[in-house]
């Protein structure tokens, strides 16, 4: 027979009072917890909303945009670069089609069904064909907008002006053609590695330049054309641009840091002309964005600006390096 000392000990039972005392204090770590989480919203939509008028654009949702952009791209690169073509034909589709329409005004006729077919079909004529697919498909692209221009025109009994036609021919050559090169380059030889490469190397000039400007920008750099750039913003771009040139030329390239440090340098003129181009299109057609298709970044036009100029000097200096 078991002693009494054996016996296990059972816990004191607790008192109305004692619990009343734990609800409560459950009750207060909640409620801490809420103005805590209360606390951190306030912070973030206060730093969201200061970011936002400080740069123009939507952090959170431009950095989602972007990533998802950037991670279509490198599989499309990667694992194929036939797919490369439709993720380019996509967004040269949707950037020809918005500069077509903010081009359009009472008085002058941009064709928008023509153009996109024209941009459209330059893609694999440059995967393809390479320069003279390029410049086949451009010259036929004009000749075809040039056509419709004067079908269109005659069937409503209005006369075809130069204007038009010089705004249907540069929509065409300042996306479509443009763009085609970042696609030659990827059909190239290892080609798919340079136009990935460039890519990293344009998007570290607009993050050097997005968090230089807002942590230091002071001194507007072109303030009749762009107000929000400034030269701190584009000293931040040439050192980022600069050191993620020389990763990507010893890590993927398989060239010397120097050329890698070309390649920056370069990148920075034609990504900074780019935007400061596009951001003079838009003052000159009176709009902010070219769209608002993407999120915190406006349109795909938008999306591409910086890109544009910099895949025609990438693939050239790609060809004399290479």
Known sequence: MAHSDDAPERSPKRTSGERHSGVSDARAALHDMENALHDIDVTIRETTARVEARTGRNLFAALAIGIAMGAILIVSLVFDKQYFQIFTAVLVGFATWELATISRTDTRYVPRIPMLLAAIAMIPAAFYLGPIGQLLTLAGGIVFVIVWHTVVRVASRAAVTDRDVLMSGFVLTYVSFLASFAVSMAAREGGEWWTLGTMIIIASVDTGAYASGLLFGKHPMAPKISPKKTWEGFAGSVIAAIIAGIIIALT??????????????????????????????????????????????????????????????ASVFAILVA
Request: glycine residues 12%; proline residues 5%.
């Open 252 to 313: 993927m390239l398989g060239q010397p840091w120097y050329i890698g440090a070309i390649l920056g340098v370069l990148m920075v003129g034609t990504a900074t002309t780019g935007d400061l181009i596009e951001s003079l299109i838009k003052r000159d057609l009176a709009t902010k964005d070219a769209s608002n298709l993407l999120p915190g970044h406006g349109g795909f036009l938008d999306r591409l600006d910086s890109v544009l100029p910099s895949m025609f000097v």
